[in-house]
């Protein structure tokens, strides 16, 4: 497993994963564009990647211009192999020397996600959009958790 941050010629394969999800999977597929991708992971923010056998099996990418998690996926065939872990680690704590300001996500209802989200420490605020859970971190949160 290679883990490392995302550049422009990732964003074909990032897309593959972003669509064979099963869960926060999109209504349409052409709602996230390669551009989005390519603003997010070079201007917005910063994005990373983990490939097995030179193939993208998952990716995070963080927004710091709207303060938020825009994506955190895997690959179906390779979940619950510590890869979001990961990726959730690697891009917090880039997020968190870039800024102090709290950090929030949205996550369907009763999903996997919901549950790793809170087994790592952030907080419901609310809902995000009819469908959605708000969750939170905040900087001091983060800090505490990566102390143990």
């Known amino acids: 497993m290679l883990f490392r941050e995302a550049g422009i010629a990732d964003i074909k394969q990032i897309q593959i994963v972003r669509n064979l999800v099963t ?73 968190f020397t870039q800024t102090k300001t709290t950090v929030w996500l949205g996550t369907a209802f009763h999903t996997r996600a919901e549950k790793f989200y809170r087994k790592a420490g952030w907080t419901e605020v609310g809902t995000h959009g009819p469908k959605e859970i708000k969750f939170e971190m905040t900087y001091e949160d983060w800090v505490k958790k990566t102390e143990h």
């Open 23 to 95: 869960e926060n999977t999109l209504s349409n597929p052409n709602v996230v564009t390669d551009d989005d991708c390519k603003e997010f992971i070079t201007i917005r923010g910063k994005g990373w990647v983990c490939e097995i056998d030179d193939q993208i099996v998952g990716f995070a990418i963080a927004d710091l211009k709207d303060h938020n998690i825009w994506a955190l996926f895997i690959h179906p065939k390779f979940e619950k192999m510590g890869i979001g872990q990961r990726l959730h680690k690697l891009m917090l704590d880039w997020y």
